[in-house]
């Protein structure tokens, strides 16, 4: 792994979803900041150039054929790669496919040397409140693109951190109003913790973002008028797309705990993690990242 410049201007490149576009994190009028933003500001104490590319609603596809190639183009001295959590609210969900995009985008950004920062992250039906029998499936996906994205960190020498865990997910003062993503207490936690890690390895020079927050904390209205405006677009996409499905995946959950054969789903999501993994190719570049 290779450390950003000493000398003239760091080049920061974002990719990801709504996490990494900032979305809970406003500063102005449909203008998002967000945690990439807030870290770019501490990674050196001279100049900075970065570029978010990422996109809300974008899934690893979105990432390799859209994001990947602009960022190449930048050749960044370091890259920001979270996504996934849009991959399992599909119901053309594949994590074999998952794990052959993030593979080609991982490789592709550890090939020009540059140092890659990956996360893994809750999942969405936990973050929601979802019944069980609905965030069941939902989780057990989630956690195979998290397997999948630590095992493809630790391949190509990413610094990776544990999103999946933090106060930004148990603390509801720390969330936007839409209780899936961060608000600017939330991206602030997660760029300090990025900063952290960064630091750690002598690859953040600059200050650290600060926790203080600019915005108060959305109210308990705040919350309403989001799920009675944008919030009930969002959940019928999801219903259009994932529901019929995630319906299916919940009686099958239902069926196998009143049977006590609840494992039998985990051995199946942990077999076609294994073997997404195992379809692989061999990875040139991960000895030299």
């Known amino acids: ?66 994001q990947l190639p602009a960022a190449l183009e930048l050749r960044p001295d370091l890259v920001s790669v979270v996504v996934g959590v849009n991959d399992t609210l599909r119901c053309t969900f594949d994590i074999r496919a998952v794990a052959a995009r993030l593979d080609q985008v991982y490789a592709a950004c550890t090939g020009q040397g540059a140092v890659l920062l990956t996360a893994c992250l809750p999942d969405p039906g936990a973050m929601l409140g ?3 029998a609905l965030a069941g499936p939902l989780a057990r996906r989630q956690r195979a693109v998290n397997t999948v994205v630590h095992a493809l960190s630790e391949r190509y020498g990413a610094l990776h951190l544990h999103a999946c865990e933090g106060d930004w997910i148990t603390d509801r003062a720390l969330r936007s109003a839409d209780r899936l993503h961060p608000g600017e207490r939330g991206h602030r936690q ?34 309403l008028r989001w799920l009675a405006t944008a919030g009930t677009g969002w959940v019928a996409r999801r219903c259009t797309d994932l529901l019929p499905q995630l319906l299916t995946l919940a009686v099958d959950e239902l069926r196998h705990r009143a049977r006590g054969t609840s494992t039998r789903l985990d051995l199946r999501a942990s077999a076609a993690v294994s073997a997404a993994l195992a379809a692989l190719p061999v990875a040139e570049q991960a000895d030299a990242a």
Not at 28 to 54: I, Q, S
């Open 190 to 223: 997660l760029a300090l913790r990025f900063h952290a890690l960064l630091a750690e390895h002598g690859l953040a020079t600059g200050p650290a973002p600060s926790a203080e927050a600019e915005c108060p904390v959305p109210t308990k209205a705040a919350r």
């Open 130 to 132: 979802l019944p069980w």
């Open 1 to 66: 792994m290779r450390p950003p410049r000493c000398a003239g201007v760091l080049r920061f490149a974002a990719l990801g979803d709504s996490l990494t576009e900032g979305v809970g994190d406003p500063v102005g009028d449909r203008v998002w900041r967000g945690w990439a933003a807030l870290l770019a500001h501490g990674l050196a104490e001279g100049p900075v150039d970065f570029t978010n590319l990422a996109v809300s609603g974008s899934r690893t596809r979105d990432v390799l054929e859209r």
